[in-house]
């Protein structure tokens, strides 16, 4: 993928967010301030509008991205979400093309930041409880010598159980974490978000 493609990938990325701004919202009601899909709208209508004057370079594209999301969103999201693409993007700086071996290691950035930035690690009903599985699954299936779109269906079903498991447990991070065993029985509105961008991903690879 080069920078003019991965560009058409990233206004997909920010119509699908915007599809499911009132989903996320719903599911953030339940368990934390209902804003999440507000939040996450905000941040990627504003990097829509800033796709067209971004060079054509994926890591210049997500540092930017970053940087728009961590201006933009408010709350929780939107400094976990901007640093998960700003170190997404450091992670392949110079690089022309990105192909599986960049999407491992843009993932495996963008993970670190989150986990650094949110002093948070996976079973604590967060993002990160979709992120991490997708991640281990994404660099199974690609060191096993499957093709990248095959391996981003396995990712993606990876973050649906990880979006299901998050159902099963007590947030120990972020608003929700106020709620004690109540969160039990919902799922994480950040695991859920991050779900939406990996199924665009997959179905854009397709
Ligand atoms: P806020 O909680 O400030 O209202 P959002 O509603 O936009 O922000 O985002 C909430 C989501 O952020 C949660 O569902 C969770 O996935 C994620 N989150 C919150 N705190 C952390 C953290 N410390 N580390 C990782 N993710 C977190
Ligand atoms: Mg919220």
Redesign the pocket.
């Known amino acids: 993928m080069d920078g003019q493609v991965f560009k058409k990938l990233l206004e997909e990325i920010a119509e699908k967010i915007k599809e499911n701004r009132q989903f996320l919202t719903d599911l953030?009601q339940v368990i934390?301030?209902g804003?999440?899909g507000i939040?996450m709208d905000r941040g990627f209508s504003k990097v829509l509008e800033k796709i067209p004057s971004m060079p054509d370079d994926v890591s210049m594209c997500m540092k930017q991205t970053g940087m728009t999301l961590v201006s933009t969103v408010g709350?929780?999201?939107g400094p976990?979400y901007g640093t998960a693409f700003m170190k997404a993007g450091d992670a392949i700086k110079g690089k022309e093309e990105v192909g599986v071996g960049e999407a491992i290691l843009m993932m495996d950035a963008a993970i670190q930041g989150?986990m650094k930035l949110?002093?948070?690690t996976t079973g604590e009903k967060?993002?990160?409880d979709s992120l991490v599985p997708a991640y281990e699954a994404l660099k199974e299936c690609l060191e096993a010598g499957k093709e990248a779109k095959v391996c981003f269906v396995e990712a993606v079903e990876a973050a649906e159980a990880g979006v299901e498991y998050t159902k099963t447990i007590i947030a120990t991070?972020?608003?929700?974490s106020y709620l004690g065993e109540r969160s039990i029985g919902h799922q994480?509105?950040?695991?859920t978000s991050s779900l939406v961008i990996l199924t665009v991903i997959r179905d854009f690879l397709a």
């Not at 991070?173 to 929700?176: D, I, L, Q, S």
């Open positions: 953030d934390g301030d804003d999440h939040n709350g929780a999201a976990l989150v949110g002093k948070a967060t993002m990160l991070k972020g608003r929700a994480d509105p950040g695991a």
